[in-house]
């Protein structure tokens, strides 16, 4: 339906049609010149007829002119007359007389004027004239050497003469030769000539739809060449530019890889019911920031540069491992971010092939890179996720993969992990928690418990340590273990730190106007320490509360204290000048470095429960907490063991001189009205009884 719009739009059939009218107008230019022409040539046929007669009848006529015998001659003209076209002949004497005379009466008459025969008379030639389509022929005859007579010939032009119309049709056929000639001739000439145009309009539409390789062949110096070979060159630097720009767009520029926009386009045209089958890896690096911290962003770089080249290598060698499964479709590797690399792998069928895959990809990563003159080794965790297996389509694939890498990052990174059904339902779990927790953020449903601690020497409370617990509406009491994490991820754990350091601050501020000196410990998160306001919350809770910085001790875990040494510095520098002390908590549990422990300003050490527990059945657990209670004590500082819960934990405590205890075995965590009631007791108690006799009844 479309065919005659596109026939009648096209060039050739614009110059076709334009053709064919010039064709036509030639063609009838042809018959009209045919016909001037035929016409021309009876003319002249006529007239060489018409002086032919007159020829023929001066020779005629002349020997009875030549002896005077003018009856003779008489009927000679008679008889000449009768020819076909003669219209008169006469025949007159030097002097202009007629001696023959004719049938035209006036010209008998002015036989003497006749312009024809004063022209012959002159000349002593024959003088011809065609006027009014009559050949008017003056023919002098000679006798004895001189002018005898002259024959005055009249010849009708038109006889015989064909009409307009006939000619045309009698000439028609030459203007349709022509026409038929000239119209296929042209139009394969034009075809000819405008061929290198088809060329390049279909060069052109090809370029159109974005394939730039396209060229054109056309040789020659003429416009045609010219136009082609510049064609060529806007091509070659479209393409150029359009590569330029696609990389920019679809590139990573430090490690020359795909980036995350390309890895999204292609991993939502790959992952599709109908395409082959396949995985996707997610790789994160280990501690990356902890060296890009130390060395340098430059050096950082160098890392993600360096780990970009060898997974490369991986993907390449991998790649005919998945071939013939995976079709015309490839694999895919991309950073995504910072430390994040991706990689797509179709064709990939089983969960063996992409197991070793994954594993050369750890022992890659695992193989030290030199940085500043040292050996830096990382280490990597990947989460691993099959389609159309685990997800259909690209957004709920990528969902499985996070939840797949966040189980091996649980794990300690350095391994790979599958992503399982169970997952998905953990996570939403998860986010139905912090959801439930943020909704009792705003509904004030978190308490603080406080559970005492012991001093070993004296027997008696020398403080306490908060601890949040959420109360439910239905009067139920959860305890942090249940939530703490799910906080950390959503990032309520900062706002519940910070309620609970306020809360602390006013409780022991409380007791301490109802004359009870019980510091107060509280714990500090990660994300709170992290903060660029966390001193300034501190001196503000303080404030508001009124209370002394010597009566609040805060806690960070190990990790946090040695993830940035020099920051923490800045950090607790400022509060310990004001006398809030310090504690590591959970120590031992995780990468201290005993270099930094004589630069650290601590104040306590806390001793994990774990190994308390663990102490009076494994030895390995008792070595390593006589270790730390001598070290600390040959550095200057206290010492507080968690989770005593048994009469023998506390007497090995003892032996060994730690300083403070806390547990069970002496008081769980309580409501403040519950620790004031402890507070107010020990105080009447020691009022009525000496301080060692309180320590031997505890």
């Known amino acids: 339906m479309n065919l005659l719009p596109r026939i009648r739009s096209s060039l050739t059939f614009k110059a076709l049609v334009l053709y064919s009218l010039v064709a036509l107008l030639t063609s009838f230019g042809v018959v009209v010149f045919s016909v001037v022409i035929e016409r021309y040539d009876h003319e002249a046929h006529a007239q060489a007829q018409g002086l032919a007669l ?46 023959v005379p004719g049938s035209n009466k006036k010209q008998n008459r002015s036989g003497n004027t006749n312009p024809d025969f004063l022209r012959a008379l002159a000349v002593g030639r024959t ?8 050949l008017y022929s003056a023919v002098p005859v000679f006798g004895f050497g001189r002018l005898s007579a002259v024959v005055q010939h009249s010849y009708d ?43 390049l309009n279909q060069a052109a539409a090809k370029a159109a739809t974005g394939d730039l390789s396209v060229r054109l062949t056309v040789k020659g110096d003429d416009e045609l060449g010219v136009l082609s070979s510049n064609f060529n060159t806007m091509l070659d630097r479209l393409k150029t530019n359009f590569d330029r720009t696609r990389w920019l767009a679809y590139g990573d ?34 501690g990356f920031k902890r060296f890009n911290d130390a060395y ?26 998945f071939a013939a499964a995976a079709g015309s479709a490839r694999p895919l590797l991309a950073r995504l971010s910072g430390d994040e690399f991706g990689i797509i792998v ?34 990597a965790r990947i989460g691993i996720a099959l389609y159309p297996h685990d997800a259909g389509d690209a957004r709920n694939l990528l969902t499985s993969v996070n939840f797949a890498i966040d189980e091996a990052k649980k794990a300690g990174g350095g391994v790979w992990r599958f992503f399982e059904p169970s997952m998905s339902q953990k996570a939403i779990r998860r986010m139905t928690l912090q959801n439930e927790l943020r909704q009792a953020m705003r509904e004030n449903e978190f308490v603080v418990h406080y559970q ?21 509406p239905s009067g139920k009491l959860v305890a942090p273990g249940l939530f703490i994490e799910a906080a950390e991820e959503s990032g309520l754990i900062q706002e519940i730190g910070d309620f609970v350091l306020e809360e602390s601050c006013l409780a022991a501020a409380r007791w301490a106007k109802d004359g009870h000196s019980c510091g107060v410990a509280v714990n ?57 002390r310090f504690a590591i908590d959970d120590f031992g549990t995780g990468h201290s470095s005993l270099a930094y422990l004589t630069r650290l300003p601590f104040d306590v050490f806390k001793i994990d429960q774990s190994f308390v527990q663990s102490m009076t059945e494994d030895k390995h657990a008792r070595v390593i907490v006589q270790t730390v209670l001598a070290m600390a004590e040959s550095l200057g500082y206290r010492t507080v063991a968690e989770g005593v819960e048994t009469r023998e934990h506390f007497a090995f405590l003892q032996l060994h001189c730690c300083d403070y205890v806390q547990g069970y075995y002496f008081a769980k965590p309580m409501p403040e009205a519950d620790l004031v009631s402890m507070l107010v007791a020990e105080k009447e108690n020691l009022a009525r009884t000496e301080p060692r006799a309180f320590a031997e009844a505890v």
């Not at 003088?127 to 009559?134: E, H, P, T, Y």
């Open 296 to 321: 340098g962003q430059d050096e950082g770089d160098h890392i993600l540069t360096i780990i970009a080249q060898r997974l490369r290598k991986i993907v390449t060698a991998q790649t005919p491992k």
């Open 452 to 472: 005492p601690k012991i001093d070993v020497r004296e027997g008696t409370i020398a403080g306490c340590e908060a601890l949040v617990r959420w109360q439910q």
């Open 127 to 134: 003088s011809i004239r065609a006027k009014n389509g009559v």
């Open 524 to 580: 500090v998160s990660a994300l709170q320490f992290a903060s660029n306001d966390f001193t300034k919350t501190v001196f503000g809770a303080l404030k508001r509360a009124n209370l002394p910085p010597s009566q609040l001790e805060l806690e960070l875990t190990e990790s946090v204290a040695m993830t940035n040494p020099e920051r923490m510095l800045e950090q607790i520098g400022p509060l310990r000048k004001q006398g809030v």
């Open 253 to 286: 520029s430090l490690t020359r890889l795909a980036n995350k926009t390309a890895f999204n386009e292609q991993l939502q045209k790959l992952v599709r019911l109908e395409r082959p089958p396949g995985a996707l890896l997610l790789i994160d690096l280990d």
């Open 157 to 199: 032009l038109t006889l015989k003469k064909p009409s307009t119309f006939s000619l045309v049709i009698k000439n028609l056929w030459r203007g349709l030769v022509f026409f038929g000639l000239a119209v296929p001739a042209g139009l394969l000439i034009f075809i000819r000539l405008v061929a290198p145009l088809g060329a």
């Open 54 to 99: 007159a020829n023929a009848s001066a020779a005629a006529l002349a020997p009875a002119l030549l002896k005077g015998d003018f009856a003779v001659a008489e009927l000679t003209r008679l008889r000449l007359t009768g020819q076909a076209g003669v219209i008169d002949i006469r025949v007159l004497g030097s002097d202009g007389a007629l001696l």
């Open 346 to 379: 179709p064709g990939a069928r089983s969960a063996p092939e992409i197991q070793a895959m994954a594993t050369d990809i750890l022992d890659a990563v695992a193989v030290p890179i030199k940085l500043s003159g040292h050996n830096a080794s990382l280490s």
